[in-house]
């Protein structure tokens, strides 16, 4: 079964660190150019983070820049997101999303998304 998996949200505290990882079953992610997306309830989805297939050059939405990293696994398949010094504002679930060609595309694989919730 050709699926991507997010793993490694929770709840924690404000300042605090998660680290979410991307797997994929019955595909390598090392083909794909990975996108890690958020959206939270009543709000548009929001691209946080990517990491190429190719170079593995990285880009982060502003308000993540500095404390989230994104890096990727080729042995192992998969991707993950670094995120630190954690704000109640990050709380969301996130999504990571596989794409073969380029982000403008439209994503071949979505995640089903892992639950951040940030709270004292």
């Known amino acids: 079964q050709v699926q991507l998996v997010e793993s490694g949200g929770g709840l924690v505290q404000p300042g605090g660190s998660l680290n979410l990882s991307c797997s994929a079953s019955?595909?390598?992610?090392?083909?794909?150019?990975i996108g890690w997306l958020r959206q939270a309830p009543g709000k548009k989805r929001e691209a946080v983070s990517c990491i190429s297939k190719s170079d593995e050059s990285e880009d982060f939405v502003d308000s993540v820049k500095g404390r989230f990293t994104v890096s990727r696994d080729n042995a192992k398949s998969t991707v993950s997101l670094q995120m630190d010094s954690l704000k109640p504002e990050d709380s969301s679930v996130y999504y990571c999303?596989?794409?073969?060609?380029?982000?403008?595309?439209?994503?071949?694989?979505w995640g089903q998304g892992t639950q951040v919730s940030v709270s004292s």
């Open positions: 019955g595909f390598s992610l090392n083909d794909y150019t």
């Open positions: 999303a596989a794409h073969s060609t380029d982000l403008n595309a439209d994503p071949d694989y």
